[in-house]
C-alpha cells in the first residue's frame, strides 16, 4: 500500500533532445528525442520513489500519450492510478449502450443550436476553462457533471461530450476499459493469468465471499499487479 499519494491535474510527456555543438552557420542535427513523465504530482512522487519511499501518482489520462506516459512510469517502478479516467471510460460506454446514435450526426457548427437547456450552461464553462488558458482542472470536472446531470437523453449528453473529448483530446468516446491496463514492469504474471485471476476475484465477489476476494487481490499485490475495485 503506497504510504503517500499525489495527484497531478495537469500531467505531462517531458521530450528532450540535444547537440553536439552549437554552430550558427551550419544545419544542426538534434539526437534522438528521449521522453520523460512530467507535472508536478508525477515528479514528487518518482523523486520519493528514487530515495526508497512508496508513492502512488494519480492522474487524469488517455489516449496514446497517457499510454506512453503510463509506460514510462511503470519503466521506472512508480505505481499510478487511472481510477477516475476508468469511470469516466466506463459511464460514457453506459450512456452509449443506452443512445440511439443520434448524438454522432450533428456538425460541430450546431451543437449549440441542437444542445439540450440543460447542457448549455456546461458547456459555457467549458469554453471559458478552455479559452483561460486551457484549464484542465476546471474542464475535467465538467465531464463527470454532463454524464451526472438528470433527465438528460442520453443522446444529448454523448453530444456534448464528444466535443469535449476531441478538445481535450483524451479519445474517451472511443477508449474502452480494457485499453487502459498496464502491465508493470515488476508483474511477476503474464496478463492472461492476470485476466483470469481477476475473474476469478469476481466470482467471488458476485457470490459475497469477501475473504477469498481479498486473499486473491493480496496475492495479485504481491506480485506486482495493483487490483481496483470496480476495474474491468
Same mark, same amino acid.
Given at each position: ?68 506516459? &503510463?509506460?514510462?512510469?511503470?519503466? $521506472?517502478?512508480?505505481?499510478?492510478? =487511472?481510477? #477516475? %479516467?476508468? *469511470?469516466?471510460?466506463?459511464? +460514457? ?66 453530444? &456534448?461530450?464528444?466535443?469535449?473529448? $476531441?478538445?481535450?483530446?483524451?479519445? =474517451?468516446? #472511443? %477508449?474502452? *476499459?480494457?485499453?487502459?491496463? +498496464? ?50
Amino acid at each position: 500500500m503506497a504510504s503517500i499519494v499525489t495527484l497531478t491535474l495537469s500531467p505531462a510527456l517531458d521530450c528532450a533532445t540535444g547537440i553536439a555543438h552549437l554552430c550558427p552557420d551550419a544545419k544542426l542535427r538534434c539526437s534522438p528525442p528521449s521522453y520523460a513523465p512530467g507535472g508536478g504530482g508525477i515528479n514528487v512522487a518518482r523523486a520519493i520513489h528514487k530515495l526508497g519511499g512508496h508513492a502512488l501518482a494519480l492522474c487524469p489520462i488517455g489516449g496514446p500519450s497517457g499510454q506512453h506516459l &503510463l509506460e514510462l512510469l511503470s519503466a $521506472e517502478g512508480v505505481a499510478a492510478a =487511472l481510477t #477516475r %479516467l476508468k *469511470r469516466l471510460v466506463k459511464s +460514457i460506454g453506459d450512456l452509449k449502450s443506452r443512445a440511439l446514435g443520434q448524438w454522432e450526426m450533428v456538425p460541430s457548427h450546431l451543437l449549440t443550436q441542437q444542445l439540450h437547456p440543460k447542457l448549455q450552461p456546461l458547456l459555457s464553462q467549458f469554453d471559458a476553462a478552455i479559452s483561460e488558458g486551457l484549464l484542465t482542472p476546471k474542464a475535467l470536472p465538467l465531464l463527470d457533471e454532463v454524464i451526472g446531470i438528470k433527465k438528460v437523453p442520453a443522446d444529448d449528453k454523448l453530444m &456534448l461530450i464528444s466535443k469535449m473529448d $476531441e478538445i481535450l483530446g483524451l479519445n =474517451l468516446i #472511443r %477508449l474502452s *476499459r480494457e485499453a487502459l491496463r +498496464i502491465t508493470p514492469k515488476n508483474a511477476l504474471i503474464d496478463i492472461r493469468l492476470i485476466e483470469e485471476t481477476i475473474d476469478e476475484r469476481e466470482a467471488a465477489r458476485t457470490e459475497r465471499n469477501f475473504a477469498a476476494s481479498d486473499a486473491i487481490r493480496d496475492a495479485l499485490i504481491a506480485q506486482g499487479v495493483d487490483v481496483m475495485d470496480g476495474d474491468p
